[in-house]
């Protein structure tokens, strides 16, 4: 799936065009790579990054395991902002545009193409 932005939203998004829900904007924290520098607990790693973690990759021997890397999320982002893929942008774009539909950009130029022909 091809990421388009983040966009903050108070409540889980929906595609506009087919509905689905929108995924998390997630980012990735790597502890150093010295065991000293990579938590033990998913409590340490909480208070290291100081956001929502919905991941924690482990590493190390066994009998030492520590986290590695986690993914955050913020709490409010979202991937693609209104949609959930790029096809679906497009498909929302072409039923808007065989609707009749346009934006003041495409008015102002048709507006000005009829001026100046």
């Known amino acids: 799936m091809a990421t388009l932005f983040p966009a903050k939203h108070d ?26 520098d990579q ?10 990054t100081n956001r929502k973690i919905v991941h924690y ?20 982002r979202y991937q693609g902002g209104y949609f959930c893929k790029i096809q679906c942008a497009v498909d929302f774009a072409f039923l808007f545009a065989e609707q009749g539909r346009e934006t003041v950009t495409h008015q102002k130029a048709i507006a000005y193409q009829r001026e100046n022909p």
């Not at 590493?59 to 890397?69: A, C, L, N, Q, T």
């Open 11 to 36: 409540k889980q998004p929906h595609c506009r065009y087919c509905g689905a829900k929108l995924r998390k904007w997630i980012e990735w924290v790597e502890f150093g790579p010295k065991a000293e």
């Open 57 to 76: 990759t482990w590493g190390g021997p066994e009998g030492d395991r520590r986290i590695v890397r986690v993914s955050t999320w913020d709490g409010e």
């Open 39 to 48: 938590p033990r607990t998913k409590e340490e790693a909480n208070r290291r």
